[in-house]
């Protein structure tokens, strides 16, 4: 398996899931600001949409979408517990999660990034990022991880995610569970070396 990666970006989720999932992979850069590959290829050559992360399978087959992803990478090695079994009333809780993640935070930080936003949209942005980041700190209190005492593959999107905060302003220290959380997460030995191959730490 092959997964195209920019440095920081939501793409550093599926990373975390591959490290969680023991299974042999290569990672490639694929910067958001070149599309360019490190011997010259135009990304968009290979994922004409131009965004990470992109997972390349063994036969070729192409999955784009970080949520999509990371199940892929849990079921194929349902011993890790990275997913619930698909079918059980816990594995859409999980897709709660991933959904929630993705379109309430990931899109929620989105104008925060984007060149020329005004700072009036920013700021409407910032608002309503701070009632979801609320409502998920309450939701975190007596609990270890998303899901309970088991990490799964929605705990490295929260953690990806969250990340962004302390680049666009965005204040986390008035929630203490959200912020105990991200230590438990950030200690985690696959996520730490995630994170040393993206250039995040040393």
């Not at 990666?5 to 490290?19: E, F, M, N, T, V």
């Not at 007596?142 to 490295?156: E, H, P, R």
């Not at 203490?176 to 730490?201: D, F, T």
Request: hydrophobic residues 40%.
């Amino acid at each position: 398996m092959k997964l195209y990666y920019s440095p920081g970006a939501c793409s550093l989720s599926p990373h975390i899931a591959l490290q969680e999932s023991g299974l042999s992979y290569e990672a490639i850069a694929a910067p958001t600001k070149t599309h360019k590959l490190a011997d010259g290829t135009d990304y968009y050559s290979i994922n004409p949409l131009g965004y990470v992360p992109l997972l390349v399978l063994d036969d070729g087959t192409q999955l784009r979408e970080g949520p999509a992803i990371v199940q892929y990478i849990a079921d194929q090695v349902p011993a890790k517990k990275l997913a619930p079994a698909n079918g059980s009333l816990e594995r859409y809780k999980l897709q709660e999660w991933l959904n929630f993640i993705g379109t309430e935070l990931h899109k929620g930080f989105s104008p925060l990034f984007t060149p020329g936003m005004p700072e009036e949209a920013k700021s409407i942005a910032k608002t309503r990022l701070a009632a979801r980041l609320q409502w998920l700190d309450g939701e975190l209190a007596n609990k270890t991880y998303l899901m309970g005492d088991i990490f799964t593959v929605a705990d490295g999107y929260l953690f990806t995610v969250s990340n962004w905060a302390q680049h666009v302003g965005v204040d986390l220290s008035g929630y203490a569970n959200l912020l105990a959380y991200r230590a438990r997460v950030g200690a985690r030995p696959a996520v730490i070396e995630a994170m040393k191959a993206e250039g995040l730490i040393k």
